[in-house]
């Protein structure tokens, strides 16, 4: 879908620069042209943006998750603390949607 027509910016490059790192409709306007000629898709450009209602961006945070019972092993705790991790495993960010 076409974002902004005078532009032909679509909404998959919109995604992609906030993605990126667009925070702000100047960002978007500095990097595709968005809102730059009739500015009309600036509303809708902006519900892309962090914060907005089409937005693919959440805030990620740890979070601390208690067990059921189960204690870790004291080296599994330490390498957890430190920031560590085991040579088969990788870090999976846990996402939470307001």
Known sequence: MY???????????VRSCVDAGATSL????????????CG????TAAEYLPG????????VQSVAVQSRG???PDTVVS???????????FPIPVVAAA
């Open 79 to 89: 390498l957890a603390d430190q920031g560590g991790q085991a040579a088969n495993s």
């Open 26 to 37: 100047d960002d978007l306007e500095f990097e595709l042209g968005v809102a730059s000629c």
């Open 40 to 43: 009309s898709c600036a509303a």
């Open 3 to 13: 974002i902004c027509v005078c532009n032909a910016v679509t909404e998959r490059q």
């Open 70 to 72: 189960h204690e870790l």
């Open 52 to 59: 907005g209602r089409c937005s693919s961006v959440c805030h």
